[in-house]
C-alpha cells in the first residue's frame, strides 16, 4: 500500500472512527441509563434513543402509573382523592418521581405539595373544563411555568367537580442525565484516545519505523559500518526507499571489499613483480660482470653469456607486458580488433610459430584440426595469440622434471562452437587448486623459492580474453599425469558481431569524437 494512500486512511480513520464507535457506545449507555430511569422511577415507559431529543417525554413517563392509578380511583372511588392521608402518601410517591401533587374543588386548592402559591397555581393550572379534555395528555407552561400538568377530574361532594393534578417541573435534571453526560463526555474522550492510540501504533510502524532504521543506515554508513541490512517490511514508497537504501548499501559494501581486495592484490603483484624482476636482474649483472673482467674468455663462453643476458632480458620484458596488460585488465581496457578469421589458417600459423620455439627446448608439439577448413570465427588475432601462448608457456613452465614435455593442440568443430583442447604431460595441478588457477595471482606454488618464475596474473588474463570474445574457458587435471585446457569460441555466423566491453567503446567513440 502506497504511503499516500495510508495517509488517507488515517484520515478516514480520524473522522469517520470516532463517529462509529461514539454513537455505538453512547447507544449502549443511553439505552442502560434509559432501562436504569424506568427502574428507579417505576415507569412502565418505553423509552427510546429519540426521547432524549424530547425531555417532557422522559419526564412525563415517569408518573405513567401513578396517574393511571389516579384515573382508576376517579372512577371506581373518587371518595379516597380527597383523603388527606391518602394524598400525603401520594404526595410522597410524586417526590421520589420528582414531581408534586395539587387537588382542587371548584378551583380553590385543597391540597398541595408544590412550591407554589396560589396565584401561580391559578396560572399555571387549567381550569376544569381543559383538564377534562386534557385527559393524560399532560401540557407544557412555558415562561416561569416550565412544567408538565396532568389532570384527572371527577366528581365530588354535593356533585362539584374536583381535579387532582401532578405537577413535574421542566427545569430539573433527572440525576440519571448527569450520569449519562459524564458517560458520554468519557466515551468520546476514550473513543479519541482508543482511535489516536491505534493509528500511532499503524503509523509507528508504517513510517516512523522505517525512518528510524534509514537514520540509523545512515548513521552506520557515517562511521564506516557497511555490515547490516536493511529489511524493506512494506511495498509503499518507504518500502522501495529501504530497498533503494539496502541496494546502495551493498554496492559500497561490494566497491569496499573490491577495493580491499584490489589493495591485496596491487600489493601482491607488487611483491610478485619485485621478486620476478630481481632474478633475471642479478643473472644479467653477473653475466655482465662476467664479460667486463674477462671472465668469458672466449667468443663461444661470450656467445653463450651475451644470449643468457637477451634471454633474461626478454623474461623481464615478458613480466613488464604482463604488468601492463594486467593494469588494463583491472579498468576493462584491453585493446581489441575483432576479425573475421579462418580457423585452420589461425591455428596452423600460429602452431608453426610456437613449434620453433619449442624444438629449440626439445619440447614436441602435437596438432591436430578436426573440423570444416572453411569455417571461421570472430576474434582478435593478437589477443587469441596471447591466450595460446599464455597456456602453452604454462605447460612448459610446470613441466615433469626427468619427463620428456609433450604439448597437445587439436581443433574440434562442434556445431556453434570452435572447441580447442591444449593437453601436456606436466606435473599437473592439486583438485583444491582448481577451482582458483584463473584467480589473479593465485599460484599453486606457494613458495616464492620455486624455480617456475611468473607474476600469477597469466591465466586470469586468459580467461579475461577469451571472456570478452563471448567464450567459455575450463580445466583438466590430473596430478602427476597432466593438465588439459578446454577453450569454447563462438563460430562466426552471418551477420554475427562482438561488441566491445563499455568502457572501452566509451574510449573509441570519445576519439572518433576528438577527430
Not at 637477451?310 to 575483432?338: C, G, H, Q, W
Request: hydrophobic share 35%; proline share 3%; with cysteine.
Amino acid at each position: 500500500m502506497k504511503l499516500r494512500t495510508k495517509l488517507k486512511i488515517a484520515f478516514v480513520i480520524m473522522a469517520i472512527m470516532p463517529v462509529i464507535l461514539g454513537a455505538i457506545a453512547i447507544g449502549i449507555i443511553v439505552k442502560i441509563e434509559m432501562n436504569r430511569i424506568r427502574d428507579i422511577y417505576g415507569s412502565t415507559h418505553d423509552y427510546k434513543l429519540s426521547d432524549l431529543y424530547s425531555p417532557s417525554a422522559i419526564l412525563g413517563g415517569i408518573t405513567d402509573d401513578v396517574y393511571e392509578d389516579l384515573q382508576m380511583l376517579a372512577e371506581k372511588q373518587p371518595q379516597q382523592l380527597t383523603d388527606t392521608g391518602y394524598l400525603t402518601s401520594l404526595s410522597n410517591d410524586l417526590t421520589s418521581k420528582l414531581s408534586y401533587l395539587v387537588v382542587r374543588e371548584e378551583n380553590n386548592v385543597m391540597f398541595s405539595s408544590a412550591p407554589y402559591s396560589e396565584t401561580d397555581l391559578a396560572e399555571l393550572l387549567p381550569d376544569g373544563e381543559l383538564a377534562q379534555k386534557l385527559g393524560n395528555a399532560g401540557v407544557y407552561k412555558g415562561g416561569k411555568y416550565q412544567a408538565i400538568v396532568k389532570a384527572v377530574r371527577f366528581a365530588g361532594r354535593d356533585g362539584r367537580y374536583n381535579e387532582v393534578y401532578i405537577v413535574t417541573p421542566m427545569r430539573q435534571i433527572i440525576p440519571q442525565f448527569r450520569n449519562l453526560i459524564t458517560e458520554v463526555l468519557l466515551i468520546i474522550i476514550g473513543v479519541l484516545a482508543l482511535t489516536s492510540f491505534i493509528l500511532y501504533i499503524w503509523i509507528n510502524r508504517s513510517i516512523i519505523r522505517p525512518i528510524d532504521r534509514l537514520r540509523l543506515g545512515t548513521q552506520n554508513i557515517r562511521d564506516g559500518n557497511l555490515d547490516f541490512e536493511i529489511k524493506a517490511r512494506s511495498k509503499d514508497e518507504l518500502g522501495d526507499l529501504c530497498r533503494d537504501f539496502e541496494e546502495m548499501r551493498g554496492r559500497l559494501n561490494k566497491s569496499e571489499q573490491e577495493k580491499i581486495k584490489s589493495d591485496a592484490e596491487e600489493k601482491e603483484l607488487i611483491r610478485n613483480i619485485s621478486h620476478d624482476l630481481k632474478t633475471p636482474l642479478t643473472a644479467v649483472k653477473g653475466y655482465v660482470e662476467g664479460l667486463r673482467d674477462g671472465i668469458a674468455d672466449t667468443p663461444e663462453k661470450q656467445h653463450r653469456y651475451v644470449l643468457t643476458i637477451a634471454n633474461k632480458v626478454e623474461d623481464m620484458d615478458r613480466l613488464i607486458d604482463e604488468l601492463t596488460l594486467f593494469s588494463r585488465l583491472d579498468t576493462n581496457r584491453i585493446p581489441y580488433d575483432f576479425v573475421k578469421i579462418n580457423v585452420k589458417n589461425y591455428f596452423d600459423d600460429c602452431v608453426d610459430e610456437i613449434n620453433l620455439d619449442l624444438e629449440a627446448q626439445n619440447i614436441k608439439l602435437g596438432y591436430a584440426f578436426h573440423g570444416d577448413e572453411t569455417m571461421e570465427t570472430m576474434a582478435d588475432p593478437n589477443q587469441l595469440k596471447r591466450v595460446i601462448n599464455n597456456i602453452v608457456s604454462n605447460s612448459v613452465k610446470y613441466r615433469q622434471p626427468g619427463r620428456d614435455c609433450e604439448i597437445g593442440i587439436e581443433v574440434f568443430d562442434e556445431g556453434d562452437y570452435i572447441h580447442v583442447v591444449m593437453s601436456d604431460n606436466g606435473k599437473g595441478i592439486n583438485y583444491k587448486d582448481l577451482p582458483r588457477i584463473f584467480d589473479r595471482f593465485y599460484r599453486t606454488d606457494e613458495s616464492r623459492t620455486s624455480p617456475q618464475s611468473g607474476s600469477g596474473i597469466g591465466l586470469a588474463i586468459v580467461k579475461k580474453i577469451v571472456e570478452d570474445h563471448k567464450g567459455r574457458i575450463w580445466v583438466e587435471s590430473v596430478e602427476g599425469e597432466g593438465t588439459t585446457f578446454h577453450l569454447n569460441l563462438l563460430r562466426y555466423r552471418e551477420g554475427m558481431r562482438l561488441s566491445l566491453p563499455d568502457s572501452q567503446m566509451n574510449t573509441r567513440q570519445g576519439k572518433r569524437r576528438k577527430t
